[in-house]
């Protein structure tokens, strides 16, 4: 089981785009519990990629492949996770990528692992522009919002989000998240959680909303 997971890390880092359907396939019929797969796994791989990437020893053609690689797994992964105990909604989570940022793996990643604990998610994609998240929380009145920023140039985007929620607001709360997001940089910008991973993401949204 653990040659399975590894087997699926090594097929991002060798950007196996075609095959790695596949071993995930083959891994879920193994028994491969899918999230340990896609944490130990794929989410390993691309963190290898990633600082390959970030030394300057591969360059963005490798980096969009092994992000492809990733991708391909994920599809068969995901539906797999599963469903947590109670499917009544936990809460309603408006989620997205912030303005300027395209990276779309971890958020998703974390929209998964909350619709599978039981929350109602709406997600808005990827580059979301600051005032579309705002107008959004308006209308459909979110428990939480829940933002993603993997690059130092966009986490202050979720700054720009969340005074103007609050505002409006004074319930909801929220989440934020991403590579170089930390547990300060949260309270800096006024968050109410920060997790590192998505299943601490379901933890954290759980406190919120309870
Ligand atoms: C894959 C990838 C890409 C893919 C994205 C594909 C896609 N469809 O998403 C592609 C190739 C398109 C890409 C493009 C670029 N990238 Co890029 N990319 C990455 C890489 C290697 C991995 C990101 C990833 O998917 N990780 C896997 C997921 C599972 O992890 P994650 O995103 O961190 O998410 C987890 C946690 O952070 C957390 N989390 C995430 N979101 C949230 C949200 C909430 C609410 C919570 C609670 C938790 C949470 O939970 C997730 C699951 O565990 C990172 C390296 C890295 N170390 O992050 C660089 C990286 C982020 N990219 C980088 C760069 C520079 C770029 C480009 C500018 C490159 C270029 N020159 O064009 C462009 C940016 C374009 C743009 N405007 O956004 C830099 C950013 C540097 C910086 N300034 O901070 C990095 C760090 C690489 C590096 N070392 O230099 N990239």
């Not at 303005?99 to 039981?118: C, W, Y």
Request: glycine content about 10%; proline content about 5%; charged content about 25%.
């Amino acid at each position: 089981m653990e040659d399975a997971v590894k087997r699926l890390k090594d097929a991002v880092i060798n950007y196996e785009m075609e095959t790695i359907a596949d071993l995930a396939k083959k891994a879920l019929k193994d028994g491969v519990d899918p999230l340990v797969a896609i944490e130990k796994g794929l989410a390993e791989g691309i963190k290898t990629v990633g600082e390959r990437f970030g030394r300057g020893e591969i360059y963005l053609p490798e980096l969009v492949m092994g992000a492809e690689a990733m991708k391909s797994a994920l599809a068969v992964l995901e539906p797999a996770v599963p469903a947590g105990k109670h499917r009544s909604s936990a809460g309603k989570v408006l989620i997205g990528t912030v303005q300027d940022d395209i990276h779309e793996i971890g958020k998703n990643l974390v929209a998964t692992m909350l619709s599978a604990n039981g929350f109602e998610v709406v997600d808005l994609g990827v580059n979301v522009p600051s005032p579309d998240f705002v107008k959004k929380a308006d209308e459909i009145k979110p428990s939480i919002i829940a933002m993603s920023a993997l690059m130092t140039t966009t986490m202050p985007r979720m700054a720009e989000v969340i005074a103007p929620i609050k505002k409006k607001n004074k319930t909801v709360k929220a989440l934020v998240g991403g590579a170089p997001v930390t547990d300060t940089y949260a309270k800096e910008i006024g968050a109410d959680g920060y997790s590192g991973d998505a299943s601490g993401a379901v933890d954290v949204a759980k406190k919120l909303v309870r």
